[in-house]
């Protein structure tokens, strides 16, 4: 079969220029392109007064719900260009509370900011004619950001662990899976019970509990963190914030 | 002088025009009262002389067979630029009116630029380089009829002298390398050389053929051989495929653009010329291959003969452009060949079908010359 197809597609002989092989097939291949080009249209798109349909699943600039975004920021840590940042917003229902802001002029329209989003209130949308005059104009604060979902919009990323791929299962898990979830672990030699991981938990999977012991000193009970993992999304926030560094992430795969 | 209009040629009927226009100045001058014992008697003696009439009517000839043979060949140029797009599935040039004015717009384009002539170039040589090719170009194009009606000059031996004429183009190429003081001009100019000459034996083998069978080194009367009797294009068919691929290589087109590989001599022997100088190579580029168009269809496809509801020069031009597209559709199908195989292309391939095709010729004369 290969020797075929290198016997057809050389349009050399000893040197010499076989005439079938160099000619005659681009004449051909040549000739067909004009008949369909001029019966029906070349395949150029004239862009500005024509467009592609573009499908739903079309990555373009990310687009966000505010209502659902819990202010993980897993997107501020994994977007690749570092173009995604927490700000505080006043929002009318919410309150006061802190979203992501994208610099659109530094986006490479990746998608993993929606990939990774928890709640999926990150999603990726079809528009891609972002141009504008000013540099602050593609600043995209969580208000602009807000774009009409469809079920297209959502990033989908299914996974297949390592061991089962060898174990020759097929089927995959969706973010949030336990099987592919982070999760946290404590240190509880170090821990001093100061609460700050369960007041930052975006989920409120974190409950100081008593562990049945008094502290020598205050003869108060010591409550130390215990994490439902079910309910946590693997955002870090924990972790960042501890000041003994006692909380650690124990990768799923 | 006697008013007297003869159109039957182009040079004839401006004849008569001018020496109209040059009588009527005449009366002008003598209704002022220039006479023989005035001051400026000598001048209207001048003007309205036989022989200046006749050099207004061969400058007025040349201005319009200039413009005519520019405006053909810019339209060749625009039938490349949008046969090639729909070959390549793709659109060609759009500006104006399905793209027609995209050449206009290059024109003035390349108008607008600074000259730059090269430091260490050998100036008055890499300026004379440009007037040479542009002034073999112009002669061909002066050389070559539309009509029998429409000719700038009608000579007994205007093939010999075109293909003369078609021969000095290598000198050119290789002055316009050399002089730009450059390695890729000197290497383009060698090539460029040293494929034109090559080719050029089997186009002149091909011709004689084409003498043998009509008798006649006059394109007119070539043309009138073939009305009469039948197109050369169907005994010498294999001379006409001959006299086809040598022309491409002469016009120095793909697949035999080699002395002005992009991929490996940026421009070959132009790469030096800028502005307007680049954009008259270019056009005397598009209007070698205008001319082997128009050889092609004067000596093989019976030029100006057809149907009479169309007018001749009509025909001639059709009758080029389909050539023509022909050699796009070569363009659009074939790859840039390297410098050996064009050579034993020529010498193994070519000049023996040349050869075959001039004894077929011979052969005919010979033996059926009554009937043909």
Redesign the interface.
Known sequence: MAEEIKKRTTYLSR???KPRA??GD??K???R??V???IHR???I?YPWETLVKPECYRGRPGITLETCIACSKCVKICPNKCIEMVPIDHPTLGKVKRPQVNVARCMMCGYCAEVCPTDAMIVTPEFELAAYTRSALMYDPIKLQHERKPGYIVHSPMVTPSEMKSGRTDSHDKGDMAIKDTVQLDSRKCISCARCSKTCPVGAITMTDTGELNPKTNKPVKKPVFDDNKCVSCEQCVDVCPKSCLSMKEAM | MELHFDYSGLYEFLYSVSSWLLWLVGRAFEFIGVDSDNFFYPVRQFLTDQQFVYFVALILVALIYLVAGLLFGIQFIWMERKFLGRFMDRRGTQVGFLGFFQNFADAFKVLLKAVIIPKDSDKRVYQFAIFGILAVSFMLLGLVPWDNNFYAVNVPLALLLGLAVFSLAPFTLILAGWSSNNKYTVIGGMRGAAQLIAYEIPILLVVVSAVVMTGTLNFAEMVAWQQNNVLLFIPLFIGAITFFIAGVAESERIPFDLPEAESELVEGWQTEYGSLGWGLIMAADYLRAYIVCVLFSIIFLGGWAGPDFIPGSVWLLTKAAIVFFFMVWLRAATVRIRTDQLLKFCWNRLLPLAVINLAIAVLIRVYSVGWW
Do not use: E, M
Request: charged share 5%.
């Open positions: 040197g010499a220029l160099y000619v681009g004449l291949v040549t000739f392109t004009l369909r080009t001029t070349p395949n150029t004239q």
